[in-house]
């Protein structure tokens, strides 16, 4: 951990503005400057991204699509399982991002990864189905995130799974055995994120929930560096095709 990388970070997460007419010029805007120092820092402030890992299901010669796939990080996480995989497909809009994917990929010799700069909502593989689909941290900077989960249903194969872990809110009333977040928290941490274009949303579960077999859902609350005392909401699901 270096001060001065995180210093640089917390520059782009809290001063400096977001700027592009784009979605895709606003997200390169926001990671261009942080792009080298971003898995260090999100280490520490995206938590549950292993524990997902942990649990994705890899089928011999099947094929992954990591949505919003950033510096490619969750590979490292899934390590030497990666390489049952026919085909990997980390994808993103910011290219700075995606950089640092390449060339983590080039650096392990993973020649069946591919990193694509493209829109999570309308990307289509070569093979036009695949095994397995992630997001990562990027359905709350999805800006039209139910069209790029409906997208991801219809690319699945029959049984394929879907895995994501980010933050969110609980609805005013949410289901039956799910947690229930106070008002404070439900007003607050969709306000402090919003500058950086992140959405929290009391949607996500309920959406992913309807549309695929749960198998897998964890609701926890964690920590954020150099906030003491202060834990944000975050969710870790697992999801099959019907």
Known sequence: MSLLSDAKVLYHLVLSPVRGNSHQERLESFYSGQAEAYDDFRRRLLHGREDLCNLLP?????????????????????????????????????????????????????????????????????????????????????????????????????????????????????????????????????SWFMNDNVYLSSEHLPFLESHFETTHLEERMAKVPYIPGIKVPVYVYLGRKR
């Open 58 to 190: 890899l089928p011999e010669g099947g094929v992954w699509m990591d949505m919003g796939g950033g510096t490619g990080s969750n590979l490292e996480a899934v390590g030497d399982r990666i390489k049952s995989l026919s085909r990997v497909y980390v994808v993103d809009l910011a290219t700075s991002l995606l950089g640092v994917a390449q060339r983590r990929a080039e650096a392990r010799g993973w020649d069946h990864v591919r990193t694509v700069e493209a829109d999570a909502t309308t990307f289509v593989p070569e093979e036009g189905t695949v095994d397995l689909v992630t997001f990562s941290y990027s359905l709350t900077m999805i800006p039209d995130w139910f069209l790029a989960l409906e997208h991801a249903q219809r690319l699945l194969k029959p049984g394929g799974h879907i895995g994501v872990v980010d933050f969110y809110v609980s609805r005013k009333y949410p289901a039956e055995g799910r947690k229930r977040h106070a008002m404070g928290t439900r007003i607050f941490w969709p």
